[in-house]
C-alpha cells in the first residue's frame, strides 16, 4: 500500500513538472504576459529625445529608481485630467505604473500628483501672546 503511494505521487508529481514544460512549447512564438510594476516617488529626470522619464524612491536608506519609455499609448493624468509628457517636470511626485516588454521598461502609465500646498506657519505674535 505505502509503495502505491509513493508511485501515485511520483506519477502525478511527473506530470506536473511535464505539463508546464508542454505549455511552454505549446506558443514559442506568443509574446510572454508580463505583470505591471509600479512605483510612487519623485521624477528625478526626463529625456524628451528619448521620451523617458526616471522616477526615484528611497527604500530603507536606499534609492530605487525606475527608468520607462514613454509612447503614445501611455496615459498621463493629472486629478483626472489628460496631460502630456511635456507637463510633467523633474521633482514631481508621481505613480508611474509600467512593464518589461522586450527587456525595456514600457509606461502604461503616469498619474502626477498635484503639489501639496504650502502650510502656513503662525505668526509669532500670537504664540508669544499665549505663552505670557
Do not use: H
Request: include cysteine; charge should be positive.
Amino acid at each position: 500500500m505505502k509503495n502505491m503511494k509513493v508511485i501515485l505521487l511520483a506519477l502525478f508529481f511527473l506530470c506536473a513538472v511535464i505539463s508546464t514544460s508542454f505549455a511552454e512549447w505549446q506558443s514559442p512564438g506568443q509574446p510572454k504576459a508580463y505583470k505591471n510594476l509600479q512605483i510612487t516617488g519623485q521624477v528625478k529626470a526626463l529625456d524628451k529625445k528619448a521620451m523617458t522619464i526616471t522616477v526615484a524612491k528611497k527604500i530603507r536608506q536606499k534609492e530605487m529608481e525606475a527608468v520607462a519609455t514613454v509612447n503614445d499609448k501611455t496615459k498621463i493624468m493629472m486629478s483626472e485630467k489628460n496631460m502630456k509628457f511635456d507637463d510633467i517636470k523633474v521633482g514631481d511626485k508621481v505613480v508611474m505604473e509600467y512593464s518589461d516588454v522586450d527587456g525595456r521598461n514600457i509606461a502604461k502609465s503616469v498619474l502626477i500628483k498635484p503639489a501639496e500646498p504650502e502650510k502656513k506657519a503662525e505668526p509669532q505674535k500670537q504664540t508669544e501672546q499665549k505663552a505670557k
